[in-house]
């Protein structure tokens, strides 16, 4: 669902190779019967239909790593354009606590068409690569945003080390007077990450929510820890 006909615009010319199909979101077989065709929203057409592949949550965690650095998302994230725009605090749904959008603003200055709920569960696995589902958060705003989101995302299981090197190769590719380019990755990285488990904490005293609190600061943890032997090295 596109909140207005500038992000559906501009996410069809950012994410050309990403949204191959405008409007599509997936839906549960179990509810498929009861969508019509196309449902009218704020006064556009969204389309519903199923879509029969997994979502990369299903596939197995040991292998989500290795898909995500050879699915073409990362690179598909680099290659997106800069948006010249004023900066909006979100798109047409925000969430009331969205300290991990406040957080990128303060250190990437360069925006760009983001999904703005870049998880595994809204990753669809194709034969070919893969579908970006679930836009209903879609807003310019910084690149960071949405590289934090996958890179550093619990669910997709790896090194500290490994998410690093990624958001460092990703942060590459921003502007050259991005504060980003210069920034220390492992103190931005800690930056977002406290961020993120404030927003996890915000959305109440729910079973995802504290898995994800748990997680997130879990892999702060690791992240520490990494810093201290790095430190220790050197």
């Avoid at 909140?3 to 549960?28: C, D, F, M, T």
């Avoid at 569960?121 to 690149?143: C, E, K, Q």
């Avoid at 980003?180 to 103190?187: E, F, G, K, N, P």
Wanted: hydrophobic content about 40%; glycine content about 6%; proline content about 5%.
């Amino acid at each position: 669902m596109y909140p207005n006909e500038h992000y559906k615009r501009a996410i069809e010319e950012r994410y050309s190779s990403i949204v191959p199909q405008s409007g599509l979101r997936a839906v549960p077989m179990a509810h498929l019967g009861a969508l019509p065709a196309t449902r009218n929203a704020r006064d556009f057409e969204v389309d519903f239909r199923y879509i029969d592949v997994p979502s990369l949550c299903e596939v197995s965690a040991d292998a989500r790593w290795s898909w995500l650095e050879g699915s073409g998302l990362l690179r598909d994230l680099k290659a997106r354009s800069a948006v010249t725009s004023k900066r909006q605090k979100g798109g047409a749904e925000t969430s009331a606590t969205d300290n991990l959008l406040a957080a990128s603003q303060t250190v990437c200055t360069c925006d760009a068409c983001c999904h703005g709920n870049l998880d595994p569960g809204n990753v669809l696995v194709t034969d070919d690569g893969y579908l970006l589902v679930g836009w209903d958060l879609a807003r310019i705003a910084p690149r960071v945003y949405d590289e934090f989101s996958i890179v550093f995302h619990p669910d997709i299981p790896t090194s500290i080390e490994n998410r690093l090197v990624q958001f460092e190769d990703l942060v590459a590719r921003h502007d050259d007077s991005c504060p980003l380019r210069s920034a220390d990755s492992v103190d931005v990285a800690y930056m977002l990450l406290e961020a993120k488990i404030k927003d996890c904490a915000s959305w109440g005293d729910s079973p995802e929510a504290n898995r994800l609190v748990a997680s997130y600061s879990d892999m702060l943890a690791e992240l520490k820890g990494y810093r201290a032997s790095t430190m220790a090295e050197n």
